[in-house]
């Protein structure tokens, strides 16, 4: 077997092993927090969770593999210097691989600096591969998914072309490149204003870039980007959405333009969109309390 195969497939093994103990040994824990309304524990939980993960990784990375002739991974991945067989390397991770490449991985391929990063966004955008039923998906995912670990900034308006031009029934893609255009922060946000300010009107392509904005924004706010995400309130078909958009963003201003729509449609509202336009605004610091609401046969 290929040793890159086998390489994988050990860290995909050995991860895979950690969640179903985690499962079997959290399992009425998950079903408390399901139930619970505490955020932190949730929080706390979910960074324990990944912390484990972390460990896991790297006790696998540092265990000598017989099928790697007693060399550990990390031997292994850091002997492979010649940057075309690095890249098969990620194609067959890629593909084996059900979680993000080993960090340690990515590290050996990011050394290669603009040339790996070239090649990554080369990979991205292969129309050959972003195909839902393409053998090869999964390689320009994990592309995608590594650009974001890495914060490529030159990748943002690519990868927000890629989001243009895509079916948007792929939604693995879509979440991917969101993900990644929300790793990357910052530079993401002005690419994604002006694409939004440009549109004359608002699909499911703009619903995703429209959610990116509202996550990527929210860590460094701006007049302009709440402007882009009110506006989508105001304009997008799907209400509660809009508003879900402005309780990510995490703005207060946003607080009597959403309880203003409700007062004014009230008597038109289905019990849904009612609700989640309460739990906007409760999330944003305000309150519907006083807004009077009959939900019977909505």
């Known amino acids: 077997m290929n040793r890159n195969k086998i390489l994988f497939e050990s860290f995909n093994k050995a991860i895979n092993e950690y969640f179903e103990r985690h499962e079997k040994e959290n399992e009425k824990k998950a079903e408390q927090l399901a139930k619970s309304s505490s955020q932190a524990e949730l929080a706390n939980f979910i960074a324990q969770t990944v912390n484990q993960v972390q460990d896991v990784a790297r006790e696998w990375e540092n265990t000598p593999n017989p099928d790697l ?7 292994y991945i850091e002997g492979i210097n010649d940057f075309d ?28 600096s603009q040339r790996a990063m070239d090649a990554l966004l080369e990979l991205a955008s292969d129309p050959s591969m972003l195909q839902m039923d393409s053998e090869d998906a999964a390689i320009p995912l994990a592309a995608i998914s590594a650009l974001g670990m890495w914060k490529t900034e030159e990748a ?59 996550k990527a924004g929210a860590t460094n706010k701006s007049d302009r980007v709440y402007k882009c995400l009110k506006s989508a309130f105001s304009k997008l078909e799907n209400k509660a959405l809009g508003a879900l958009f402005l309780a990510e963003y995490g703005d207060g201003r946003a ?31 305000g309150s519907m309390e006083d807004i009077k609401f009959d939900y019977r046969g909505r």
Request: glycine share 4%; aromatic share 10%; net charge negative.
């Open 69 to 75: 002739d007693q060399k550990t991974p990390k031997e």
């Open 156 to 214: 943002v308006q690519s990868l927000i072309e890629l989001m243009a031009k895509s079916d948007p029934n792929y939604e693995l893609l879509f979440e991917t490149v969101s993900n990644t255009l929300i790793e990357i922060g910052t530079p993401s946000i002005e690419p994604l204003v002006r694409k939004l300010e440009a549109a004359e009107t608002y699909g499911i392509i703009e619903e995703y870039l429209f959610s990116t904005l509202s």
């Open 255 to 285: 607080i009597p333009a959403l309880r203003g729509y409700v007062e004014k449609n009230v008597s038109a509202l289905n019990r849904e969109i009612f609700y989640d336009i309460k739990y906007a605004i409760e999330r944003l610091g």
């Open 85 to 112: 067989t690095l890249m098969e390397a990620f194609k067959i991770g890629a593909k084996t691989v059900d979680v993000d490449l080993p960090y340690t991985f990515l590290e050996k391929l990011k050394s290669f």
